[in-house]
């Protein structure tokens, strides 16, 4: 199929539920970093798929895992009848996450069902029926996961009543619009919300993203998490953190919180774990995942071939050293995104860790007014371009840098070139905003 005719099929055929569309590419393959789209056009891929290609696209000893597995064993339910794969997997998991307290795993296929499980085991466990979590925060479109979220693209549906949502600590943007002592702010808000809503003797968990992603690449302030951990430690209250999109070595530790010093309850886990196979995980103690027996099952949960893609993604993570250097590019595309912010003033901010990156774009750094249209706009022309990069932000105004932990220092400095560029002609005026009809992104 020509991308025309691909293109058609998909809106005729495929539900509009399921689209998040910056620009018109349509995808043949894709190699290391590298997306071929069905016109033999290649782009450098800022995106790996929604942070999910973490290393990187098209690996033979993946393929061959996967390969070898399915023909030694194709399937066998884990609910049922146990394989190995599924165990090796949760050894590795119970041993990189830290927590020096017995641990258990549970798998699923998305961040979304791994999140429905801390929605419905907190409560039970703990006989404590509130949760809280934040403003800004994705945890996922299923009930409960979506009802934990406090994102924008959730903000549709009805939820379980009994999550409250509190603000999320936004340096550039302080929910009070001072952004002094944010945390010490969070924790006076929190306080209140025990003090009236949510009586912290009725609340089982709170969940918590350790950088808010899809809430625009929001890095709280230092403290923070020490503070909320230690509030709910007083309270007897769980914290869970989502590591779904930020862990597996994207911000240059294995999870994000470990920047932090703090210690989960429960770790959220989903995307790259599978190098692109469906698979996710909730690792933590394990009074919370034996909460319900027979609880919380998929038929399909902790599969051979996902299990075995991920034991293999975990052995490539470590053997190719993609940790560090997530550190070592994220730093260089820091730096490199800094200075294009010297250049061009609709750049309001740009923050991140490791290979988690956001760009803010505003109309004017004193207004700071989010400017989605103009972000939309570089979306689409970097595809033109030759670069893929998607936005996020709760109001659709922040370009996000998630590539491949495997990306060269070439490969930054491209992509970098491709951005400045990108800038450039859209300052000039060069672009019609006419393109952006169809390709709204988040809405
Ligand atoms: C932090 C976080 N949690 C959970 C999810 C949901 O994962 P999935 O789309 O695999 O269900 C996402 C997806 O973007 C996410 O970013």
Not at 408 to 435: C, H, R, W
């Amino acid at each position: 199929m020509n991308q025309e005719e691909l293109l058609q099929k998909d809106k005729e055929l495929i539900s509009e539920g399921l689209k998040l569309r910056f620009h018109p590419i349509t995808v043949k393959e894709a190699k290391g970093c590298y997306i071929t789209d069905t016109n033999d056009q290649r782009y450098l891929d800022l995106t790996a798929g929604w942070a999910v290609a973490n290393v990187g696209y098209g690996r033979e000893s993946i393929a061959k895992v996967i390969h070898d597995q399915y023909v030694k064993l194709s399937f066998t339910t884990q609910l049922s009848a146990p394989s190995e794969t599924m165990i090796q997997l949760a050894d590795k998991l119970v041993e990189i996450v830290p927590g020096n307290f017995e641990k258990k795993v549970w798998f699923g296929h998305s961040g979304s069902d791994a999140n429905d499980l801390i929605s419905k085991f907190l409560p039970v466990s703990t006989g404590r029926n509130k949760m809280i979590s934040f403003i800004g925060s994705y945890h996922g479109q299923t009930m409960g996961a979506s009802s934990l979220s406090g994102h924008s693209a959730q903000a549709k549906f009805e939820g379980k009543g009994n999550v409250v949502k509190i603000p999320y600590p936004n340096v550039y943007r302080p929910f009070s619009g001072i952004s002094d002592n944010l945390t010490e702010q969070t924790m006076h808000f929190l306080e209140e919300v025990f003090a009236t809503i949510c009586p912290a003797e009725d609340t089982a968990g709170v969940i918590i993203e350790a950088i808010q992603s899809d809430g625009g690449i929001v890095l709280p302030p230092e403290q923070f998490l020490k503070e909320l951990r230690e509030i709910c430690d007083r309270h007897g209250i769980y914290l869970i953190v989502d590591e779904v999109k930020v862990g597996m070595g994207r911000t240059g530790k294995w999870f994000s919180f470990e920047h932090t010093g703090i210690i989960p309850d429960a770790v959220v886990l989903g995307k790259s774990l599978g190098a692109g196979l469906p698979i996710s995980a909730v690792v933590g103690r394990k009074e919370i995942l034996d909460t319900v027996a027979a609880g919380h099952m998929f038929t399909t949960s902790g599969n051979p071939i996902s299990t075995s893609a991920a034991i293999e993604n975990i052995r490539i993570i470590k053997e190719e050293n993609l940790i560090e250097n997530a550190d070592k590019q994220g730093n260089l595309f820091l730096t490199g995104l800094h200075k294009l912010k010297e250049k061009y003033e609709c750049i309001g901010d740009v923050r991140g860790k490791g290979l988690s990156i956001g760009v803010e774009i505003v109309t004017d750094r004193d207004s700071k007014k989010p400017d989605a249209i103009k972000t939309a706009a570089l979306c689409y022309h970097c595809y033109e371009i030759g670069l893929l990069i998607y936005n996020v932000g709760i109001y659709g105004n922040v370009l996000e840098i998630t590539p491949p932990l495997s990306i060269t220092t070439d490969e930054v400095n491209e992509a970098l070139s491709f951005l400045d560029q990108a800038f450039q002609d859209i300052e000039n005026g060069n672009f019609q905003l006419e393109k952006l009809k169809e390709y709204a992104g988040w809405g």
